[in-house]
């Protein structure tokens, strides 16, 4: 279970997944930290100075036909790299630039099977490309 504390949750969060990154001729899998509960998701990588970089924050939502809101007020650039659902396609790799004004910002993503949230650079060390990757999650542990 997650601590409050400041208002937000500690991180990094209790649960991780494993991640299949399948391209080309390659198939691996990389360990991240998992975002699963609707309050994880919606703070996602807020409050953080930096992610780490061999362990992205995934966002793994619950029901792909319900929109989930993540705020986006990151104090780093964070790569964001977006996974269909059913077909575990990348078809968004971005990079998220730090928010410089007052306020939230506030995303709402539906029909995904989830959300990385990288350090800048993930996606290209580990060749993942828009519509040529695809990637599928397995749960290690979430307390």
Do not use: W
Request: with cysteine; hydrophobic share 40%; aromatic share 8%.
């Amino acid at each position: 279970m997650n601590q409050v504390k400041d208002n937000h949750l500690t991180f990094p969060f209790p649960g991780r997944t494993e991640l299949t990154i399948s391209g080309k001729s390659r198939e691996y899998n990389i360990v991240a930290e998992l975002a699963s509960s609707v309050i994880e998701i919606f703070q996602s990588a807020s409050y953080r100075n930096l992610i780490d970089d061999n362990q992205p924050l995934v966002l793994q939502f619950d029901n792909p036909a319900v929109q989930s809101f993540c705020m986006q007020s990151f104090k780093m650039p964070v790569e964001q790299i977006i996974v269909e659902h059913g077909s575990g396609k990348v078809t968004t790799v971005n990079l998220l630039q730090p928010v410089n004004h007052p306020g939230n910002h506030i995303q709402g993503y539906s029909g995904l099977s989830c959300v990385i949230l990288a350090a800048p650079g993930f996606a290209q060390s580990n060749h993942i490309e828009k519509n040529k990757t695809f990637i599928t999650l397995k749960t290690i542990n979430i307390f």
